[in-house]
């Protein structure tokens, strides 16, 4: 009787860890992706501003020559 509550405990014990295991997984399978996402932005936004920059700066020294 012992051994066999023993052996039950056991595997209620690792399909907890197994699911427990699982959803950690897809938690960081998800923050792992939205991190790439939220890199890539600010790269995106990074270039716009170097864009926007140079083409102020065209716009400026245009004017001046006027």
Known sequence: ???QFLT???VR???KNMRA???NKKLSE???TEQLN???MHSIEEQIFEHLKN??????MK???K
Request: charge should be positive; charged fraction near 55%.
């Open 55 to 60: 083409h102020t700066k065209k716009v400026i």
């Open 8 to 10: 039950k405990k056991y």
């Open 63 to 65: 004017n001046r020559k």
């Open 38 to 40: 939220k890199e890539e």
């Open 21 to 23: 295991n699982k959803e």
């Open 1 to 3: 009787m012992t051994k």
């Open 30 to 32: 998800f923050y792992t």
């Open 13 to 15: 014990e690792k399909k």
